[in-house]
């Protein structure tokens, strides 16, 4: 069965913060799928990949991603929990894990706007013409970010400058939608790494969006614990993730 709006797609996955982040509104582009207990949404190059988001019971999302690769075509990754997408492949001889990662996300009205930042070097939202410095930035700190300025999806960076004026931490607002705020691109110069940015401007950034979305979320690598310990003291709460796609695709 076609879930025809966001609206749908939300009562069919209960709410499912993952599923509601992957339909992004359900855009003119988007396309969502039922099958019994099972949910699909196949929303292209969201966070820089075809993206089919899956929930549901594991037989019924099996037999649910066969038909909808065949109608989307074989360049959609298959994203759901851990244990899900390993029942999914384990049933497809055609299929393949790609990767695992972690989806970190918190209820609605769990985080609030952060008051004044009275630290040196504000946090705030970074105009347009200082996306330049964010670049250089992600390239010394974080090269492999999947959010860099000018990609589609990517919306707005927040930043904080050291005591000489150089940014020095930023935090992206991208592919978000209207019941999920997203953060991406977390990085911080690793000249000043454990003096506090970092976690200034993710409580800035993850305040912001909670103010205008109903949740906010990130992913982060499954190895990164460090990172995983500070999105857990600012009121995330993980669940592990993986990714899967046809042989050859």
Sequence with gaps: MRLRDAAEVAAACAGDALVLWGAQG?????????????VAVACPDLNRRDRLTVCG???????????????????????????????VVARSPRMRVLGSFEWMDT????????????????????????????????ARAAPTSWAVPGVAGVRR?????????????????????PPVGFVAGVATAPAVR????????????LGELAAAHERVALMVDTGNHAAIALYERLGLRGRPLAAAGLDGA
């Design 26 to 38: 359900m855009g003119p582009h988007v396309r969502a799928w039922a099958l019994g207990e099972a």
């Design 57 to 87: 019971e594991p037989g019924a999302v099996s037999a649910l991603v066969e038909r909808v690769l065949a109608e989307v075509g074989p360049s959609y990754r298959v994203v759901g929990t851990r244990a899900l997408v390993r029942e």
């Design 107 to 138: 209820p609605a009205g769990a985080l609030t706007r952060p008051g004044e930042d009275t630290a040196s070097g504000r946090v705030e939202w970074l105009e347009g013409a200082e996306e330049g410095e964010v670049s250089a930035l992600l």
């Design 157 to 177: 960076w927040a930043g904080v400058r050291g005591d000489d004026g150089h940014l020095v931490a930023v935090a992206a607002d991208a592919w978000s939608c």
């Design 194 to 205: 454990g003096r506090g940015y970092g976690e200034r401007v993710c409580r800035f950034a």
